[in-house]
């Protein structure tokens, strides 16, 4: 039993970073035959990714997936901390699955994932959902295995996460959700600590994977015939800083590159580490697609401190005007509206610098309080009544800009990766370069290529298209 500290997953050490490799056990490879679990994913990029070796673990113990519930033995769910309602859905799952395991006592349920990383979410646990088996945080994901033995023989609840620091997994099973598209893990954790985020402490310190295991990884993804890679942390443009003198995330790009996968993107950037070498890496490397995802959060200077962002508005526009000057790159952001004490002009800075930047697309959120986070001490006297109606004037904003660079796109030609069939009949979907969805007619062949679709309809959210024969 080990339960996390909020005390322990704030500190930051010189240590060097830990590499373990993983290997399945023997005596687990048989455990899960004839058994079905059920993994639930909440939360971000990472976490979605993290699933995917999840499942990879569980396939390696011979375990089978299910679509509901119901039909599971093992019921996982992979939670996210970063706002309220996303606490809330992992919770509104226990108590389901607590009505459940009342008519199937039998039914092994585990939680993982950031909630498992709060001290507060494993104290309520403890004291209100102990029919819970067990509890591994972002840190031991390796450790499913054994607990996952370990709970068929002992269905006492048993809590094993660790608070500081983190260390690397490497070689995990991994069972990835497209056959095209992957994701590939280049830096853990977060030392940025802005002051409403509950991130720095769930997912640890900064810590990059070695440049030879990421291009080993996207070298077996090309050998597999995947066409995109995205590559993910917190904060990617940090890549190298803990690990190497002179090597970064433009110098990783550039050897990406160099393995031909037709597609690159990197998710997610902060404005502070963005460098000119990595706006030369886009400019110049045809498979470094022309697609940045730059949060913003604010407009406004005095926001922009209090959230411990590291720049002004200015400094940002000055960066956003250099990615700007990349010839048809696609810029998206996230915005927090209502943080606490954000006067109603403060906000209007944030309308100004959308009306500046003119957004491909927005991420917009209301700021939602964290506990143990340091702006959860702030003084927040914005009802929600307000904080609401912001959101509301901020989307009609951003809507209308999605929509009128959408828009720019009508007539021309661009490249499209097929991902599958769209929800209506005999329509396929994908995603030009810059990320944008586009619908058009097309048979089962298709998936997987990428090819030339005419862009014949304009919408906030997707695009309609044509082939190009
Ligand atoms: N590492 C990424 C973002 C991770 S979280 C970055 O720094 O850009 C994704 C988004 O969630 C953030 O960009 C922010 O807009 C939002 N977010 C994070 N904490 C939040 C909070 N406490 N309340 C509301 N939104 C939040
Ligand atoms: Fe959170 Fe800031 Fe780190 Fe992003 S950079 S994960 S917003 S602390
Ligand atoms: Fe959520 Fe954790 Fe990602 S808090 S957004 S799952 S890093």
């Known amino acids: ?14 240590n060097e970073t830990l590499i373990r490799d993983f290997k399945m056990p023997l005596k687990y490879q048989k455990i899960g035959a004839g ?21 990879g673990m569980l396939e390696a113990m011979s375990f089978s997936e299910v679509d509901e519930m119901e039909d599971a033995d093992f019921i996982l769910l992979n939670t996210c901390s970063i706002r309220e309602n996303a606490h809330n859905k992992a919770f509104g799952m226990l108590g389901r699955i607590k009505h459940l395991k009342q008519s199937n006592p039998k039914i092994i349920t585990a939680l993982c994932g950031c909630m498992a990383q709060e001290e507060g979410v494993v ?16 840190h031991n994901l390796d450790d499913l295995p054994k607990l996952l033995a370990n709970s068929f023989k002992d269905q006492k609840l048993n809590i094993e996460v660790k608070s500081q620091e983190g260390d690397i997994v490497e070689n995990i099973p991994v069972s990835r959700v497209s056959k095209y598209k992957a994701y590939v893990n280049i830096i853990y954790g977060c030392d940025k600590f802005c002051t409403y985020c509950i991130v720095p402490y769930t997912r640890g310190k900064q810590r990059s994977r070695k440049k030879e295991d990421i291009i080993k990884e996207v070298k077996e993804l090309v050998k597999d015939g995947y066409q995109e890679v995205t ?23 550039i ?21 000119d070498k990595l706006i030369e890496a886009i400019k110049n490397y045809p498979n470094i697609l022309n697609f940045v995802h730059l949060p913003v959060q604010s407009g406004n200077n005095r926001i922009l ?4 962002r590291r720049y002004t508005r200015e400094k940002y526009k000055e960066l956003f005007d250099k990615l700007k000057s990349i010839e048809g790159i696609s ?19 944030t309308l100004d610098l959308v009306n500046y930047c003119k957004y491909d697309s927005a991420f917009t959120f209301i700021y939602s309080k964290r506990e143990n986070t340091p702006a959860a001490k702030l003084k927040d ?51 030009t370069e810059t990320n944008k969805l586009v619908n058009f007619k097309g048979q089962e062949e298709l998936i997987g290529k990428i090819l030339k679709v005419k862009i014949t309809d304009a919408k906030s959210f997707s695009l309609d298209g044509e082939l190009v024969e």
């Not at 309520?124 to 972002?138: D, P, S």
Request: net charge negative; aromatic share 14%.
């Open 305 to 308: 401190k209090l959230m411990g």
């Open 123 to 138: 104290a309520e646990i403890l004291k209100k959902y102990k029919f819970v088996n067990f509890v591994f945080g972002t």
């Open 1 to 14: 039993m080990q339960v996390p500290s909020y005390e322990a997953a704030k500190k930051r050490t010189k």
């Open 255 to 275: 050897d990406i590159s160099k393995t031909n996968i037709p597609r690159i993107r990197f998710l997610t950037s902060h404005p502070w580490d963005f460098s």
């Open 381 to 431: 006297d914005v009802t929600l009544k307000e904080k609401e109606e912001r959101l509301y004037r901020l989307n009609d904003l951003v809507n209308k800009y999605s929509l009128e660079s959408n828009q720019r796109m009508l007539n021309k030609t661009y490249d499209v990766l097929v991902e599958g069939f769209s929800n209506k009949e005999g329509m396929l979907f994908g995603y």
């Open 331 to 349: 810029i998206t952001t996230d915005i927090i509206v209502g943080f606490p004490g954000e006067t109603e002009e403060e906000f209007l800075d």
């Open 231 to 253: 590559l993910l942390g917190q904060n990617v443009n940090a890549y190298g800083k803990d690990l190497y003198e002179d090597y970064e995330l433009a110098d990783l790009l």
């Open 35 to 55: 058994k079905k679990f059920f993994l639930k994913t909440y939360g971000c990029q990472m976490n979605e990714h993290d699933s995917e070796n999840i499942k």
